[in-house]
């Protein structure tokens, strides 16, 4: 991919390489209430800051989450002030997250 | 107690592993458990390595034939921005070229993964490698306590104990605050995230592109245009085959903002400086990592307890000052000091609260804690959108004036500058900023 082209976020998330992708399933190391989110989040904040698009908004407003394109940068853990996201490391055997190449 | 150590580090990034060689060459029994593949695998940073305390912990790296740092830093730019021009302070040096550097670019992945070799060097040569160890792959998840003191760590079912544990957990300090030393939740107030696309280079385009001769390099950071408007900035720094370009973005402004972080980025990178600049180049990796701004107000309440010291990005401990951003060499400094403290208490046999506290006494004395301090109103300041992004449209608007010759008549330089600054701001203002800049910095 050409530096000078804009870059989707996919495409650059086509460039990370993370733990376990072999792995059917991989154990999740984020847990988000997206309850909270939707019902009582005035702000919704990370669907803007996080850097891997890992919190989206669709058409209707309605937050989602996912952890498996995470990268582990902590944001969501700050951005978050409602309480929803419960943040933990990747477990290294049956979690996902990183695995810098350059880093 | 044979299987008792006299340490275990937490993390295998710059603190960890500093703390670690400092216990390899005084002989300590230590275990370095990092999380990752291998050490760097979870670290990102900017990066430059300011400083020479590098030195001190591998003599003469510059020496070896595969150093794991990218290039020395003889070369400095600031650039004001706005949407079509850039405006820079640029500084070269050729005394910048002799060992020991002012800096080193460093890619995490690599430079960490080296430094742990030269660790595992120290330690193979000392009188006892099979008692030491560095342990990748394993995750932390709890510090065993025992009436009040720090004893060990928990990884899944099994546990380890040591008589003293130090803390190098990266800025996500989970460990940290499982013990109380910081709140167990931190607001985005004083915290940026930073992102960053690594743009590889054919080396002979970069070394001419650049005027690089050798292993020297260039670090050239942005205020303005870079940030579209959200407080912070960018960088561009060269590696030995590629730049490293990104953005630091303050996360609660950026959220209140509605932007999103890699969509500025783009905009960066779309900037006519910033465009020429990586050319030609192909985007090997993006990452992103949350940052501390060095506000002193998000520090953990005190970095230590009986049996245990906090070193690194764990602390907080990073600067933007404004002549750079210093974290990576707090790490290397912190992580040395609390090595050099439980070697003493090893010594002693001393646990207590009090011998761990002369940690963070001796952190207080260097120029870690001095800085930080000294320059808090310094990161007040380049907070503020004045500085930002008002600043960058005044010194771009001059420079437009300045620099352009039209076959006209021509204002003399201070009316021109005096007109910038009144388009974008007002004298009263700029004075203002001038004042506190000349205290703060």
Known sequence: MPASQPLSISERLGKVSYRNQGRASARAHIVVDTNVCNKTCPHKRTTYVCPANCYTSDESGEVHFQFEDCIECGTCLYACDQGAVTWKYPDPEEGRGVNWALG | ?441
């Open chain 2, 1 to 441: 107690m044979d299987d008792k150590f006299d340490c275990i580090v937490v993390g295998g990034g710059i603190a960890g592993l500093s703390a670690a060689m400092t216990l390899a060459r005084a002989g300590n029994r230590f275990l370095l458990v990092e999380r990752g593949e291998f050490c760097g695998a979870k670290n990102v940073s900017g990066g430059v390595l300011w400083g020479s305390d590098l030195h001190t912990l591998v003599p003469d790296y510059w020496n070896h034939d595969d150093a794991g740092f990218e290039r020395f830093v003889n070369h400095r730019r600031l650039t004001f921005m706005d949407d079509t021009a850039a405006f820079s302070v640029d500084f070269k040096n050729a005394d910048f070229d002799v060992p020991p550097f002012n800096g080193v670019i460093v890619l995490r992945a690599r430079f960490d993964q080296w430094l742990a070799e030269q660790v595992q060097g120290v330690i193979d040569s000392g009188p006892h490698p099979e008692d030491s160890l560095l342990a990748t792959d394993i995750l932390v998840e709890e510090l065993l306590v025992d009436g009040g003191r720090v004893v060990g760590i928990r990884t899944g079912e099994e546990k380890f104990y040591a008589d003293c544990v130090i803390l190098a957990e990266g800025v996500n300090n989970l460990l940290t605050r499982q013990v109380g030393l910081q709140r167990d939740y931190v607001p985005s107030d004083h915290f940026a995230v930073g992102v960053k696309e690594v743009i590889g280079l054919d080396r002979q385009v970069l070394e001419s592109r650049f005027q690089l001769a050798g292993r020297s390099g260039l670090t050239n950071e942005f205020v303005g245009f870079a940030s579209g408007g959200v407080e912070g900035g960018g960088f561009l720094y060269t590696n030995r085959d590629s730049v490293s370009v990104g953005l630091v973005l303050a996360m609660k402004d950026l959220g209140e903002k509605h932007r999103k972080p890699y969509d500025l980025l783009n905009q960066f990178k779309s900037h006519p400086a910033v465009r020429d600049m990586i050319s030609g180049g192909e985007v090997l990796e993006y990452s992103a990592h949350v940052v501390s701004t060095g506000d002193m107000r998000s520090m953990p309440r005190q970095l230590f307890k009986p049996g245990l010291m906090v070193a690194g990005e764990a602390a907080n401990l990073l600067l933007n000052s404004g002549k750079a951003i210093q974290g990576m060499d707090y790490a290397m400094r912190s992580g040395i000091l609390a090595a050099r403290n439980a070697v003493r208490c090893s010594e002693t046999g001393d646990y207590s609260e009090n011998a761990m506290a002369q940690y963070q006494s001796d952190l207080e004395d260097s120029y870690v804690m001095k800085d930080l301090k000294s320059f808090q109103s310094a990161v007040t300041l380049f907070h503020s959108p004045a500085m930002y992004d008002k600043m960058p449209r005044i010194l771009c608007d001059f420079g437009r004036s300045f620099f352009g010759i039209r076959n006209e008549e021509t204002p003399k330089a201070v009316d021109m500058l005096k007109s910038s600054v009144k388009k974008h701001s007002s004298l009263w203002e700029m004075a203002k900023i001038g004042f506190k800049a000349s205290r703060s910095l």
